[in-house]
């Protein structure tokens, strides 16, 4: 199993910014996605998520209505596309996959929830 990251660079506040991760060795559809960012403590935090039953799309509330996670299951790739950014989404990211995974309550999987993991991508916002 690969997960490969790109899309990462450097972007002003109020930017843009398309992340990918192309995933093979699974059956893509079959798979629970997630999108998770390294905070200071150095720790993963859940930002948008693919719950694998029914497609449906969660997001953490620091990134409601800014980012926009998509699939294309053609494609085996996850987007995470990136909108008004700001300085404190500066962060390395890192997209996950795990079969079968689902999402309870409404929150998305922890990170020790998912077995595969993406290389990580740096953005960094700043004037």
């Known amino acids: 199993v690969q997960l490969v990251e790109s899309g990462g660079g450097f972007v002003q506040p109020g930017g843009s910014l398309k992340l990918s991760c192309v995933v093979s060795?699974?059956?893509?559809?079959?798979?629970?996605l997630g999108w998770f960012r390294e905070t200071p403590e150095k720790k993963l935090k859940e930002i948008a998520c693919i719950d694998s039953r029914d497609g449906r799309i969660y997001y953490d509330y620091s990134v409601k209505g800014r980012f926009t996670m998509t699939r294309d299951i053609a494609k085996s790739t996850m987007y995470l596309e990136m909108n008004n950014l700001r300085r404190d989404d500066t962060a390395v990211y890192f997209c996950?996959?795990?079969?079968?995974?689902?999402?309870?309550?409404?929150?998305?999987?922890?990170?020790?929830?998912?077995?595969?993991w993406g290389q990580g991508t740096q953005v960094t916002v700043s004037l």
């Open positions: 060795g699974i059956r893509f559809e079959d798979y629970g």
């Open positions: 996950a996959a795990e079969e079968g995974l689902g999402v309870v309550s409404g929150s998305c999987p922890r990170d020790w929830s998912y077995d595969e």
